[in-house]
């Protein structure tokens, strides 16, 4: 199918294309023939031509400067190392420039030689071409911009501008803009597989990085600190960079087949917006460029990782090496053990370390120093017979080497083999002196023997009575110290048991001060009669306590003080009440004295105090009352519990309970005295 275009881009051209399938394509080209004209002069002459200007000098004045410039920072750089190195690292071409003006490396005359061979050897392969090389891609007429081509032909030549009537045309409709489904398609593969590449080379190159490093500890590391972890780590990070690299050339592969398909839609004129054509360009342009960077950065990765294999591996080698060589000097090491132990004569194994060690230093400074150099200088001037001298010279150095290697194993299984033998001689020297020494000991032995037997038995004997001594003398200390240690046992125990006698006396005596009503005492006797139960002191006071104490329990101090309140006004309303009772005036009476009688407080006699002969039947019951009331202020429960037994009548009567209460606590509180004083006084006597 043709497609044929009312426009002319330019007006001496005709372009009729094909469909980007097609081999061919055809170009119609009208060309209008020039019109002749003639061209009518001025009939005055010619004016003169005018005077050439003069010719400027800038460009000599600018080489001359350049060169002095030049050649000040060619001495410069000579005279200053760093300037030197900095070049090398930074400006390659510039150091070679430095080295081929001093003649560092070559003469003039083989430099001048070697660029005229490399430009004869670029020219005959341009012309006649050279074996290896792939032929050039030429695009097909369908992918070359036609218009373009035919402009810049046409334009070398003038042609004269012709005006050509055409009838009038109208203007037709552009066709629809229609962006077929494969160009959608191929944008999200090419979204989708090029997010998926640059990932997966990162991955890739994370796991590289993580690959080196591990490899990096694993050498680096002493081999008792080596355990089955570094392996591991080392085994996951290369599988994992080798499925990410698969995966992520399989994703590369994908997004370059859909950027490159894109590209040839659209140079082949899909119908599509200028501005998706425009932003999908824009797409294909970044994507190949993040393509490229990652790839680059990948590649940089894991030519290290290549490199460290080829690192670790020589580590393999050589720690190989070192295991041959320390079995030839100490047959039956076993170097997987964590602490190495070398039996034998260790000063061979340093001696030969030294040894090697100077040889493969020198080999090493000669092949930093000389060889790659030379090889290096060689590969830039592009000289073959240089290179292959340089090789040449490295092969015979390599096998040298291995040469000499294989002289130093020699000479050391030799001189392992000749100190072999020289240990087997002198140890059957050593055995035929050390049989003849043996035959003398022996007789010597037999001799020492039976004098020693002797002298043995007659000290054995003088011990054997000093010893019979000093057992009895020592059972006797034993017996003495085994009637001390009971002794003091019994104390212990008496000790022990006076303090658990004690602290249950302290229990007791501490349950009737607590601050409720009654106090179940009935727990804390057991507890007394259990630490006091060989003990009749403690059983006698123990049983002077009532039945009736130890199950309803007793009064404590404050319910007592209470009471004693309720008991003080009662007595005092009923001071008048005589045994026999009274008529109900007099209670009357006897309850208004209460309410009207003034108390007052008067002294307390010393006397009385002190627990002299007193005579208490003058006391009436508001004094006794009164004693009362001074001795349960200052905690004297006797006291009070005595004054309270001297009231008659009712007032006795009103007190009774208090004093049953008050008569059980002091019955209780007695006995735990009375215990805790012996328990005390046991204490004393067993400490």
């Known amino acids: 199918m043709y497609k044929f275009t009312t426009h002319l881009a330019n007006p001496n051209l005709i372009l009729v294309r094909k469909q980007i399938g097609d081999a061919t394509c055809t170009a119609l080209v009208v060309m209008r023939a020039p019109r002749r004209t003639y061209a009518q ?13 003069p010719k400027a000098r800038k460009i000599l004045w600018t080489t001359i400067g350049a060169t002095i410039l030049t050649g000040a920072a060619v ?63 030429f695009q097909q007429r369908s992918e070359q911009d036609l218009e373009k081509d035919a402009a810049e032909h046409f334009a070398k030549k003038d042609y004269e501008l012709t005006v050509i ?25 090419m979204h989708e597989n090029t997010k998926l590449a640059i990932d997966s080379y990162k991955q890739a190159k994370k796991y590289c990085m993580d690959y080196n490093k591990a490899l990096y ?88 990782a290549v490199l460290s294999d080829r690192y670790w591996n020589k580590v393999e080698a050589a720690r190989a090496e070192f295991k041959e060589e320390l079995q030839m000097l100490f047959p039956g090491v076993d170097l997987s053990v964590r602490k190495l132990e070398l039996h034998g004569d260790t000063d061979l194994l340093l001696m030969y370390t030294l040894k090697k060690v100077q040889y493969l230093q020198n080999a090493i400074a000669e ?25 040449v010279e490295e092969t015979i150095k390599r096998e040298s080497l291995h040469k000499e290697l294989e002289f130093q194993k020699k000479s050391l299984a030799i001189q392992a083999e000749a100190n072999r033998r020289m240990k087997e001689q002198l ?55 085994e009637q001390t240690l009971k002794k003091r046992a019994k104390a212990e125990e008496e000790a022990r048991r006076s303090q658990s006698l004690w602290a249950a006396a302290e229990a007791l005596l501490s349950a ?28 006698t006071v123990l049983s002077g306590i009532p039945q009736e104490a130890r199950q309803k329990g007793v009064a404590t101090e404050k319910c007592l003080l209470d009471k004693f309140e309720k008991l003080e006004r009662t007595a005092m309303k009923v001071a008048l009440i005589g045994r026999e009772g009274a008529p109900l005036p007099v209670y009357f009476l006897s309850w208004l004295q209460s309410k009207l009688l003034f108390q ?31 001795h349960m202020d200052h905690g004297d429960l006797q006291s009070a519990l005595r004054y309270v037994n001297l009231l008659q009548g009712a007032p006795r009567a009103a007190a009774g309970d208090w004093a049953d209460a008050a008569r059980h606590h002091l019955e209780v509180r007695q006995a735990a005295q009375a215990v805790m004083a012996h328990a005390s006084v046991s204490g004393l006597l067993y400490s």
């Open 512 to 539: 009737t001060r607590r601050s409720t009503t009654e106090a179940k005492i009935d727990n804390e006797i057991k507890a007394l009669e259990k630490a006091g139960k060989d003990d009749r002191l403690v059983q």
């Open 165 to 189: 009537q055409t009838e009038e045309c109208p203007p037709q409709q552009p066709p629809p803009i229609v962006i077929t489904k494969d160009m959608v398609e191929l944008e999200h593969d």
């Open 600 to 630: 007052k407080f008067a002294e307390i006699p010393e006397d009385e105090l002190n627990n002299k002969p007193t005579d208490f039947t003058k006391l009436d019951t508001f004094d006794i009352i009164q004693r009362a009331r001074y």
């Open 75 to 137: 001495v410069y750089a000579k005279s200053s190392p760093d300037a030197r190195n900095w070049l090398e690292s930074n400006a390659p071409w510039a150091n070679d420039f430095i080295a081929l003006v001093y003649q560092e490396n070559t003469t003039y005359w083989k430099a001048t030689v070697n660029q005229i061979s490399r430009a004869t050897t670029a020219i005959s392969n341009f012309m006649f071409g050279k074996e290896g090389v792939s032929p050039l891609d």
């Open 217 to 304: 500890a694993i050498v680096e590391a002493p081999i008792e600190d080596l355990d089955k972890k570094n392996f591991s780590s080392l085994r996951g990070a290369q599988n994992e960079r080798d499925n990410l690299m698969k995966k992520a050339h399989e994703s590369a592969s994908k997004a370059r087949c859909a950027i490159e398909t894109l590209d040839r839609m659209i140079k082949a004129g899909v119908q599509a917006p200028p501005e998706s054509i425009a932003a999908t360009q824009r797409y294909i342009k970044k994507f190949r460029a993040d393509l490229q960077e990652a790839e680059t950065a990948y590649k940089e990765e894991h030519e290290k």
């Open 427 to 481: 140890k059957k020297q050593f055995e035929i002196q050390q049989e003849v020494l043996q035959d003398k000991l022996k007789a010597k032995d037999k001799e020492v023997l039976s004098k020693f037997n002797k002298a043995v038995s007659e000290e054995v004997e003088k011990e054997r009575v000093v010893f019979k001594k000093d057992m009895a003398a020592m059972a006797g200390k034993l017996m003495a110290i």
């Open 41 to 53: 002069f001025d009939k005055d002459a010619c004016p003169p031509p005018p005077k050439a200007p």
């Open 367 to 391: 092949l930093q120093t000389v060889r790659e150099l030379k090889i290096n200088r060689a590969i830039e001037c592009h000289d073959d017979k240089a290179i292959i001298d340089a090789k």
